[in-house]
């Protein structure tokens, strides 16, 4: 190449790096600037910490409104440095490792060294923020457009837009430092796949600690709700009391509501530790464990120990599973977190032909929910296509057994293929069952609850199946909207978009993914929801910021790990993924890798929901008044405390059969205990008690010792 080519070949590559800075410092300072974009992202003392690092300040209009002053100059110097030295960085880690390894570099990898000039280097670190040009180009359109719906979907989905940007800049400059683009990532990583499956485990004990800390921090801050938490613990307290598989909140035997007895697979450590929080430790390492399948898995379709490392931990940062952990609404116990280790292990052992140990971690995991049949039977589906597909022919493990040991793919695939078919017809079967037979049952005839959930497309499974088939438009206009798009980006954005590149997996999350996709719970339209992040609880969307999208995670892991595929640049691939995890936990998480955690503004920061106040400190006085062979009544949140009494009765407007479906208490409650400050409290004053209106002459005031903040009503004999 001569002098002159050089040097506009040069131009070319640092005009790339001054345009994508620019792209790139105009979208971050459009976000930043704009009130609505910004709450999507961070609260806004979280905000104003950022602005001050990018040069800018918040002011106060006469109004009162708050204003946001960034200088484009200032962030546009701030995205050019920081890519600039990132540049100057791995060029230096370049040049080290070209002198102290050229020995051991091979010819081919020294070429590629050496084509990677100052330039070029700069260029490729900038290039992604081209991408920012057209989320602008949409952003500013995006008023023209006259659905009021798209606007909020751009907004929503904006930070999963930057954290593309962001970390495909990152994944570059890592791979430039790294020099993976140059060498082949098993040279790469021979050698030090203990390493990075011990860089796994370590990271699934810190997620445990971490995680148990979260919710021991909360039980101990009485910011527990019993239903759907504290209530799996009283199933089994009551359960080896002789009490039945109940909770006194339950309209009968927990069965009429799931048939989910997975819990009860830990009933001899809850005998020896009897605790909830016995429960919430086995949980948070249920959702942690599920890293080790995701690296077998990962490691079998990418034949790289690295690459699997990276999507374990991306696994551990995904911040849809997170809210498996600890809900929007604080509820900390679900038994489907029981349940998705067993999926994952089913998924791993199925693919190394391991029937027997596969057919079982399925039967368990469907234990966990009548739902999660949908999915195991879809991804017997899923096997079936995939094997089917490469019917014939010799594989590399039977092709290492020599010659007259070999089976043909055909043979051996045809006992899988009938299995894969078997599990796609038990799950069918099973479903079905379980909802139009074994839970009306318990509920004297009546549909399953969740049937409910649908809105106007109906009340009972039956009316759901008339309208598919009389109103199709109906129920194809919910799902095909904004609010699903919005799902979509919420669960796959934050692994790279790494599911897309094998979609024949994702079918075995289409038939959980429309029902959730036609859920109604009345909050409003998704996208408008999730734009004010985790700050508006009452109209989150139920995905990905409750448990009903728990199923789905081992499919878009498994997803993920198909679609590193065996080639050189696996680990760039399973590296981004982890990027995207990374950064959109950020926004998305209430863990400490979320913003919200660290905010003093935000109801979810970590100085209101993990310093136990006043409150429960107060609560220790009422506890202390009340015998362990009371029958007590309780607001929810002191709810919790009371499981292990001789019986625990809910104090709420809900009419429970317990008390044959009628308002106030059961007629053998001896003590009525109401929180009157808990999130929900009715109850604030003697004056708004109803017993003490109803029935006054059965009931005395026990002295307050909590200044108010909890009254204690105790039956006269």
Known sequence: MSTIQKSRSGLVLWGLFLLGSLLLSEMICTVMSDANLSLVFWPNDIHEFFISCLGGDTTNSVSGVSQTNLPAASVFLRVAGALLGMTILSHWVASSKRQTNAAQIEEKSKAIFRSLSFSSRAAAIARPGLFAGAWLAVWFAAPFVSQISFIEFVATTTPYALTLILASILNEWLSQISGTSAINPESATAGLARMELAVVIIAIFAWEAMSFWMNERLYAGLLVPHGDSAMYEEHLWNVWHGKGFRSYLDQGLFLGEHIQVIHLLLLPLHILFPSYLTMEACASFSLAICAIPVFSIARRHSGSSRAAMWLALG?????????????????????SCYGMPFLFWGIDFAERRKLWRSSLFFLIALSTQEDFSLVVGSIGLVLFLCQWQARTGISSEDAARGPGKQITLFSKWSLFSKWSLGVLLFSIIYVLLAVLVIIPAFRDGDHVH?????????SSPGDLIRTALREPSKVLGIFFSFRTLTYLVMLTIPLGGLVWRRPVYLLAGVPTFVMLSLIQLGNGSGSSAASSAVDMAPQIPPIPYHHFHAPLLPVLLWAAAAGLSQNHRSIQ???????????TSVTGSMMPMGANFWSGESSYGWRNLYVPGPRAAEFEKVIAQIPVTSRVASTDYAHTRFTHFERSYDYSGYLRAVNNYQHGVPADTDYIVLDTSHPYSEVRSLAEIRELRVEPEKWEVLPDATDGLFIILKRKH
Request: charged share 15%; with cysteine.
């Open 315 to 335: 696994w551990l940062l995904f911040f849809p599973m997170h809210y498996l952990d600890i809900a929007i609404d604080l509820k900390t116990l679900r038994p």
């Open 450 to 458: 969740y049937s409910r959930y649908f809105g106007d497309l109906g």
């Open 573 to 583: 691939w399973a590296r981004f993924a982890f990027l995207c995890a990374l950064l």
